[in-house]
């Protein structure tokens, strides 16, 4: 499974606040959030070496901003999952700051070089042709929002498989959560998205107040 990310150096923030490790927590997604057919299983925050891409640096940034994170995580039986990461901030304006940087044009750049990269190092489709788009998704939810959609196209001997990844982030007053939606069966619906996106937002809202 390729992965993409939109900050690519995850891990926990240096020292985590307390009370913004509880909105965290509050904010992520749940079971009722999700299409059905997705069952909700562990999900675990890993830390990963910044990546060495260079339009990924600002991203990767965005860790030294957040002072606590949160994940839920969703799985298929065809191999989808949906996945949504919660990120506090000392302020509205850091969280601002984390968003720009995501909706800045190297994003683009980094998840398209993140894909290639993962599809020639994986065992699996390292030896066979491949292409990677990304596209810009305007989704409407929280105080703001942004997110890209990450087309993978594999061959093999005239076959080929898309694979499809949206990769977003919605933020209200000063939390944010990164969902990443991989649809192996095809594009993930627009209307799901949105729906998702929503949830995500009105869980940092009721967190938050």
Do not use: W
Not at 32 to 48: C, R, Y
Not at 136 to 158: F, M, N
Not at 176 to 201: E, I, L, R
Request: a positive charge; hydrophobic letters at 40%; glycine letters at 8%.
């Amino acid at each position: 499974m390729v992965t993409i990310v939109l900050t690519t150096a995850a891990g926990f923030p240096a020292k985590t606040n307390p009370k913004d490790l509880a909105i965290a927590k509050a904010s992520v997604l749940q079971p009722a959030d999700v299409p059905s057919g997705f069952t909700q299983v562990t999900a675990k925050i890993t830390k990963s070496k910044p990546s060495g891409i260079r339009a990924c640096k600002q991203t990767e940034g965005i860790d030294k901003l957040a002072t606590a994170r949160a994940k839920s995580e969703f799985d298929a039986a065809d191999g989808s999952s949906i996945a949504g990461e919660v990120d506090t901030f000392k302020s509205p304006a850091a969280l601002r700051k984390a968003i720009a940087a995501i909706a800045a044009p190297d994003s683009a750049t980094c998840l398209k070089q993140q894909a290639n990269r993962e599809l020639a190092k994986s065992k699996a489709t390292k030896n066979l042709t491949h292409s990677v788009t990304v596209t810009p998704q305007s989704v409407t939810a929280g105080d703001r929002s942004v997110g890209y959609l990450v087309t993978l196209t594999i061959g093999a001997s005239g076959a080929s498989q898309t694979l499809s990844i949206y990769a977003g982030v919605v933020g209200v007053g000063r939390a944010g959560t990164q969902v990443t939606y991989t649809d192996t069966g095809g594009v993930p619906s627009p209307d799901v998205v949105q729906q998702v996106m929503q949830a995500a937002a009105d869980h940092l809202t009721a967190a938050q107040k």
